[in-house]
């Protein structure tokens, strides 16, 4: 089956710092891949979003890369700020045709911690 | 829009009751779930619906129940309580465009269970 594996947190760095979180999945079919982010007390959010190899996803000064040959899309930003502090969530999609790509894996979550 | 919407927001509950978790969406969107987080695991699917009328079990739907009368509302019963469904309970929706759907998630119903 699908299965998505997020490095193990917390993860606490200073402001202006670069953060990299891994991720990887194992799919059978060819799926979508999706950054989600949780901030304190709320629901989901996308963050960004790729749907097949290459494609870059971006949002907020995060980037994501889509990369079929490691099966990785690992989330960066090049200089985080206090406001990001957060769970990061890695997800997939199944790729199939017919419809069947709705449903999501997660990982477990990243909680991200930046100090001023 | 209000999007998702789920209440309570706070819940206690003893051992054997039972509670129904509501979940409306305002976005006319086809899809809708049924999550649950516990601490360091990740989100877990409980169930799903397709549309009014449809629904289907996810990954962990032992001690739950659903039902989907119709496209806004997706509510989640929980019938005799048990510790282990102390958790946070997220209710999302999406619509069927292809690849790469976006879910939309409500800000959770955080359930304990004594």
């Known amino acids: 089956g699908n299965s998505v594996t997020q490095m193990e947190g917390p993860v606490t760095l200073s402001e202006e710092a670069f953060l990299t979180i891994n991720c990887t999945y194992t799919?059978?079919?060819?799926?979508?891949l999706f950054w989600y982010v949780q901030y304190p007390g709320e629901g989901l959010q996308l963050l960004l979003k790729a749907t097949k190899a290459d494609d870059k996803g971006s949002n907020k000064g995060f980037e994501a890369t889509y990369r079929k040959e490691t099966t990785s899309f690992h989330l960066e930003k090049g200089s985080v700020q206090v406001s990001d502090s957060a769970v990061y969530f890695c997800a997939l999609s199944e790729g199939r045709s017919g419809g069947s790509n709705y449903k999501l894996t997660f990982g477990k979550g990243t909680l991200l911690t930046v100090n001023p | 829009n209000a999007g998702v919407t789920q209440t309570p927001k706070f819940r206690i509950l003893k051992i054997g009751q039972s509670m129904t978790l509501q979940c409306t969406q305002d976005?006319?969107?086809?899809?809708m779930y049924w999550y649950r987080q516990d601490p360091g695991m990740g989100l877990k699917l409980i169930y799903y619906?397709?549309?009014?009328?449809?629904?289907d079990k996810g990954e962990v739907p032992n001690g739950y129940n659903v039902s989907r009368s119709t496209t806004e509302d997706f509510p989640l019963r929980l019938e005799l309580a048990a510790p282990s469904q102390t958790s946070v309970y997220f209710c999302?929706?999406?619509?069927?465009?292809?690849?790469?759907?976006?879910?939309?998630f409500g800000p959770g119903t955080r359930l304990t269970v004594l």
């Open positions: 619906s397709v549309g009014a009328g449809i629904t």
């Open positions: 976005m006319n969107h086809n899809y």
């Open positions: 999302a929706s999406s619509v069927n465009r292809g690849r790469g759907n976006e879910q939309f």
């Open positions: 799919a059978t079919g060819y799926p979508s």
